[in-house]
């Protein structure tokens, strides 16, 4: 018989549930009595209300430093709230080290789990058991962490480490903490060849003798509860056998099957060890007829507990439901989209898609933005205009519409090499634009139908493809002009024209004040923007002109400081670019205040995690303020004040209009910052404001406020320049040019950019006339 394939879930009765059992030849109980879910449990001291568990998903959504972040909290908060008797919080690392978004353990996070504890019992009906996924390959640091979870009042600890030193870990931890529940979440069927719970000559079929033998000795030595979960085989294709089937995907198999499995399992497990309690999984595609099958299941003995991991995201409240008599509808349960996996197979916050779509709706399109599909389909919508709108508004001038038929047609390396004709940086100028309201602005999409051709995304993703292919350094011409130039700022303009002059034959020699180049947008934005980081383009764009000697680079060297505009700096070069960008930020008052409690915005960006209140005010103007704001957002900031002088559409700010209608985002325009008002430590209690049409007066209660109104020339940049002014040195006759943010007064980047480019020209037609 061919073995059944997968099927999207397509039962409507309990009947209809029954008869596929049945014609799948499975044997899965079903059982419309539902009291076993309501029965309490008891596990060492614990006394459980009821037999549902929230089984352990990455949420992706820690704060930076590990600690739970907001969206953490609330998904736990909602288990509680929904009637989970037992909540199995999600994979933690054990260490202040770890991929960005996973949730980390160490002393410097304790007290935010403390608070998250707290915060889950706050007004509980019933008091949750919380068990803590702590990993590490250490025994001592398993040790640590169980520590650290239970003087943050979590009950358990499920401990996650390389199998042969699970024991000694258990054992280690229960003599410890005799009163902390001692678990684990073990995969009992690996489904591969050579695989844990694998039979030798077959591995589709499972043999228990080694998880048997493990949890023997897992329960001898101190275990409480254990959470079996088993893998699905590749049964298919060239994967058989070699891997199982990820989360992420459908399995091979009629999910029946894989039901039948995973509480056959269980089952086998259990009656082996009965002195230990068993959560099953794999229910969650049973969709609103979890709670049928769970009963049969909990009154055969076959799991001790009902475990759901989509299926709680879905439905947090489907416990509280079932146990209050409620008939479940599908309309409201888990339909196994896959796209909570897709989300943390990016490392995006996770969460369910399509249930709690207000929350998570929005991270996800963010994260298709770049598949295939999704660009392709933005691609076809574009009319290939003559003469386009978007042409002409494109700081760099791209021949918009020819990279889109290019793209179109399948050829993205000539689509890439007519957006560089152009725009030599390309991916940095696609995600840090006031460039999208100026392009896709001027896209007739966004008027006819109010969603404009996705040029910016389309853009991104040809120069970052290009440049994986390693199509993007630099083409040196054969020959060098023997012409040194020197260009002082790597910033987008500096970049932009080092790149063009290089291109001309020119040895160049870059200054740049920091250590790295980019300049601002690079060093201090690009961290918050959607984006990869923008020294891969960089340092591959320029890696062909430093191999031949034809680029040479000087960090930490600052203009006014490390390095003046006199005649022994100019001697050796053929011409002088002066490109520093704005580094000066504007404050309010003739002098930035010693206030507590205020900061500049390029301080608050690289400040400490630590940086943050409830009530934030940011006086708005510069690029930064996006990025102060959305970080002060992700810091926990309650309430989050844009303060701007001018009206909404003069601000420098590329987020969608909805941002400022999430809730605790307040957008103030027309209001003219006075003065900050302080308590007698000298600490920012209130922000006077003026409005700027109505002349009205109030005073805005605050606990910090970030100065974001704009960047300007550094003072002893400034000096320098000026006395060069002063000296009537200038231009081609004195071999100094100036461009950037220093002549265009912080235009977006891709005007930077597209003035480095011309200077650049007009300084090599200057230095070949």
Known sequence: MELPGYQPFYIDSVEALRAEIDRLGLEIAVDEQLDPLAQPLAI???????RFCAQPIMGGDAAPNGAPGPLTLRRYRRYVDGGFAMIWVERTIVGPNGQPGLLRIH???????????????????????????????????LLHAATLAASAGFDGVDLQCPREALPEAVRRVREQFPDLLVATRLCVYEATRGGFGVAANDYRKPDMTEPIRLVLQLRQR?????????????????????????DAESPDEHPLMTLQRQLSLASTIREAVPEVPVVGSGLSWLRHFVPQVAAAALRLGMIDMAGLGRGALAHPDLPWRVLEGEKLEG?????????????????????????DSETYGPIYRQMRRFDADQLMAGAHRCHLCEAAPCVAASPTRADIPAFIQAFRNGDEGRAYEIIRERDPLPELTSRIPSHGAETEGACIETTLTGSPVPILDLQYAIAWRARDRGQTGVRLPGNSTGRSVAIIGAGPAGLAAAIRLLERGHTVHLYEQSDRLGGVPARLLAPHRAMNNPRAEIEAILAPALAATRLHLHLGVTLGKDLSLDDAFLAPHAAVLVATGLWGERFLGRVRTKARGVIGALDFLESPNDVTADRVAILAGGDSAMDAARLAKSRGA?????????????MHWHLPDSWFATAGVHAMMQWDPLRYEMDQLGHVTGLRLRHTELGTQTTLPVRLVIEAMGLDVPGAVRDELDRVAESGARGAEARLYQAGALVNGGASVGHCVAQGQSVAEAMHRDLTS
């Open 44 to 50: 060492g001291s614990r006394q459980l209300p009821n």
């Open 107 to 141: 002393d410097d996070t304790h007290a935010a789990f403390a608070e998250m504890i707290r915060q889950m019992r706050a007004d509980a009906l019933e008091h949750s058991t919380i068990v803590l996924q702590v990993a590490s390959e250490s025994v001592e640091s």
């Open 222 to 246: 101190g275990l409480s509860l254990l959470n079996v979960t088993a893998a699905s085989p590749a049964l298919r294709g060239a994967e058989r056998g070699v891997h199982a089937r990820s």
């Open 331 to 355: 309309e409201s349960t888990c339909m196994v989209c896959f796209a909570c996996s897709r989300l943390q197979a990016e490392g995006e916050p996770v969460g369910c898609v399509l249930r």
């Open 638 to 650: 309650r309430d989050i004040f844009i303060i701007f002088r001018g009206a909404r559409s003069q």
